[in-house]
């Protein structure tokens, strides 16, 4: 049950009360009304900031959290508790969104200000992400409300008179390091945990695996181009060329042999010496006319060299000629 | 709208960069809009807040923020938890805000500082609340670092009093 709520029975016309997350209200009216049939008793409220009204049930103002203004002494326990160096902010994020929603429904005044000054705490140590600034803006914006209504002070002079407690004069704020907020049995942050999770997942196998997997798909794509290149040229003409070193690469791969394509141990390029065990047949199942085609026209190379290269290239040659 | 009226006199060179100031902070219009007197009977030291009542012969539109420029020290507040020292005063939402020039001598001296002033006080006028980045304007005027910075807002104040001034507009 919220810090006041003990006493909203006597809840009158004309009281101030706090409903959560809105600010400081005044009660306007206590009537009955029938809703569905039901006769119910309704408490409406008018927002000081801007006049917004809302009607709660009577039977459902506890429960929601409503409370009255804060006194003289509790605002004098606020500022004793924001004066105090109890600088021990919650570094688990979740665990601090929560307590500090808790705060904020339910703390009553104490609660806004130990949403504020645990904030500002953590705001020594990093700056605030978005959504907790914007939190912060929020707390002390009920805060410097609540303040005000219980002291009967303009809202500027409550929100100085908070802020000379947690910014003294002439002081400026400390630097925070994560070590001073470890708790005791925790590590520095209390992510390494999870920090060590993702590196064991991130470990070496999962390094390794996706690159092979990219190499092999990367490899079996070039190269199922490449080896179907060199198997033309092979079939082509394998002794023209002349280039040692892949001819070597090629000829084991598609020469046939069973031993020499394992132990390269490159499945796509194991797969196409085992296709091409039956060379001859081979280029004709992967269906590629065009590529078989050059052999052929290669064998009628002197024949009909028009064939061979790109016509607008071609054309010029001859005219050259 | 922001009007900035001189209590005392002052360069008018100094006040169109102030008002070049104030115009890139916040991104509305800025203007020297006169001069007024000090009311009697106010002390040596100002009272802030009794000089944001009782001066008269501003005129302004509904939504302008008037900022009121003095040369003269205005005195420090009693707070329930201390005292504030005051180089400027504005109620919350309210339209009228004073700053001061001293400790400095004139505003050519100490531009940035009471520019800066002249920012946080405004912003409070749009509602603004002060913040935890020591660089913006809305950070506490009394801890030393303030009067180093420059006068600008950071990031979240600046959209917060955009939003504000949007919605302000009548």
């Given at each position: 049950?919220?810090?006041?709520?003990a006493?909203?029975?006597q809840?009158?016309?004309g009281?101030?009360v706090v409903?959560?997350?809105?600010?400081?209200?005044?009660?306007?009216?206590?009537?009955?009304k029938?809703?569905?049939?039901?006769k119910l008793?309704?408490?409406?409220?008018?927002?000081?900031e801007?006049?917004?009204?809302?009607?709660?049930?009577?039977a459902?103002?506890v429960?929601i959290?409503?409370?009255?203004?804060?006194?003289?002494?509790?605002v004098?326990a606020?500022?004793a508790?924001?004066?105090?160096?109890s600088d021990?902010?919650?570094?688990?994020w979740?665990?601090?969104?929560?307590?500090?929603?808790?705060?904020m429904?339910?703390g009553?005044i104490?609660?806004?200000?130990e949403?504020v000054?645990?904030?500002?705490v953590?705001?020594e140590?990093r700056p605030?992400p978005?959504?907790?600034?914007?939190?912060y803006?929020?707390?002390?914006?009920?805060?410097v409300?609540?303040v005000?209504?219980?002291?009967g002070?303009?809202?500027?002079?409550?929100e100085?008179?908070i802020?000379i407690?947690l910014?003294?004069p002439g002081r400026?704020?400390?630097?925070?390091?994560?070590?001073?907020?470890?708790r005791e049995?925790?590590?520095?942050?209390?992510l390494?945990?999870?920090?060590l999770?993702l590196?064991?997942?991130?470990?070496?196998?999962?390094?390794?695996?996706?690159?092979s997997?990219?190499?092999?798909?990367?490899?079996?794509e070039?190269?199922?181009?490449?080896?179907?290149?060199k198997?033309?040229?092979?079939e082509?003409a394998?002794?023209?060329?002349?280039r040692?070193?892949?001819?070597?690469a090629d000829a084991?791969?598609?020469?046939g042999?069973p031993?020499?394509?394992?132990?390269r141990?490159?499945p796509?390029?194991?797969?196409p010496?085992?296709?091409?065990?039956?060379?001859?047949a081979?280029?004709?199942?992967?269906?590629?006319p065009?590529?078989?085609?050059?052999?052929?026209?290669?064998?009628?190379a002197?024949?009909?060299?028009?064939?061979r290269?790109?016509?607008?290239?071609a054309?010029p040659?001859?005219?050259?000629? | 709208?922001i009007?900035?009226v001189?209590?005392?006199?002052?360069?008018?060179?100094q006040?169109?960069?102030?008002?070049r100031?104030l115009?890139?902070?916040?991104?509305?219009?800025s203007?020297?809009s006169g001069?007024?007197?000090v009311?009697?009977g106010?002390?040596?030291?100002?009272?802030?807040?009794k000089?944001?009542d009782q001066?008269?012969?501003?005129?302004?539109?509904?939504?302008?923020?008037v900022?009121?420029?003095?040369?003269?020290?205005?005195?420090e507040?009693e707070l329930?938890?201390?005292v504030?020292p005051t180089?400027g005063?504005?109620r919350?939402?309210?339209d009228?805000?004073?700053?001061?020039?001293?400790?400095?001598?004139?505003?050519?001296?100490?531009f940035?500082?009471v520019?800066?002033?002249?920012?946080?006080?405004?912003?409070?006028l749009w509602?603004?609340?002060?913040?935890l980045?020591?660089?913006?304007?809305?950070?506490?005027?009394?801890?030393?670092?303030?009067?180093?910075?420059?006068?600008?807002?950071?990031?979240?104040?600046r959209e917060?009093?955009?939003?504000?001034i949007?919605l302000a507009?009548s």
């Amino acid at each position: 049950m919220p810090e006041g709520s003990a006493s909203l029975q006597q809840l009158a016309v004309g009281d101030r009360v706090v409903y959560p997350n809105q600010g400081v209200c005044r009660v306007t009216a206590i009537d009955a009304k029938e809703v569905a049939g039901q006769k119910l008793v309704f408490v409406t409220m008018r927002r000081e900031e801007d006049g917004a009204v809302v009607m709660v049930p009577q039977a459902k103002v506890v429960a929601i959290g409503v409370r009255k203004v804060a006194g003289p002494e509790d605002v004098k326990a606020v500022f004793a508790f924001l004066r105090s160096d109890s600088d021990k902010a919650d570094l688990d994020w979740k665990q601090r969104a929560r307590t500090n929603l808790d705060r904020m429904t339910q703390g009553g005044i104490l609660g806004l200000a130990e949403v504020v000054k645990d904030l500002q705490v953590l705001s020594e140590l990093r700056p605030l992400p978005t959504k907790e600034r914007e939190l912060y803006d929020n707390a002390r914006h009920l805060l410097v409300s609540e303040v005000s209504a219980a002291l009967g002070t303009a809202e500027v002079n409550a929100e100085d008179a908070i802020d000379i407690v947690l910014f003294p004069p002439g002081r400026e704020r400390p630097k925070r390091t994560a070590a001073e907020f470890a708790r005791e049995g925790e590590d520095d942050l209390g992510l390494e945990g999870d920090l060590l999770g993702l590196d064991g997942d991130l470990d070496l196998p999962s390094d390794e695996e996706p690159a092979s997997e990219s190499d092999e798909e990367s490899s079996s794509e070039e190269g199922g181009e490449e080896s179907e290149e060199k198997e033309s040229s092979e079939e082509s003409a394998p002794k023209k060329r002349g280039r040692p070193p892949k001819a070597k690469a090629d000829a084991p791969a598609e020469g046939g042999e069973p031993a020499a394509p394992k132990k390269r141990g490159r499945p796509p390029k194991a797969k196409p010496p085992e296709a091409e065990g039956a060379e001859p047949a081979a280029p004709k199942k992967r269906g590629r006319p065009p590529k078989p085609k050059p052999p052929e026209v290669e064998g009628a190379a002197p024949a009909a060299p028009k064939k061979r290269g790109r016509p607008p290239k071609a054309k010029p040659a001859e005219t050259e000629d | 709208m922001i009007r900035v009226v001189t209590l005392d006199p002052f360069d008018d060179k100094q006040l169109a960069k102030l008002n070049r100031t104030l115009y890139t902070a916040f991104g509305v219009g800025s203007e020297h809009s006169g001069s007024a007197e000090v009311p009697p009977g106010l002390g040596d030291p100002l009272d802030a807040e009794k000089l944001l009542d009782q001066v008269k012969g501003i005129r302004a539109y509904q939504d302008d923020k008037v900022l009121m420029l003095t040369a003269r020290k205005l005195k420090e507040r009693e707070l329930p938890s201390g005292v504030a020292p005051t180089q400027g005063f504005a109620r919350q939402g309210k339209d009228r805000a004073v700053i001061t020039l001293q400790p400095h001598k004139d505003l050519e001296v100490g531009f940035k500082p009471v520019a800066r002033h002249a920012l946080h006080q405004l912003g409070h006028l749009w509602e603004l609340h002060h913040c935890l980045d020591p660089r913006c304007s809305m950070y506490p005027p009394w801890t030393p670092s303030f009067s180093q910075g420059e006068p600008i807002f950071c990031t979240f104040c600046r959209e917060k009093s955009e939003q504000k001034i949007r919605l302000a507009k009548s």
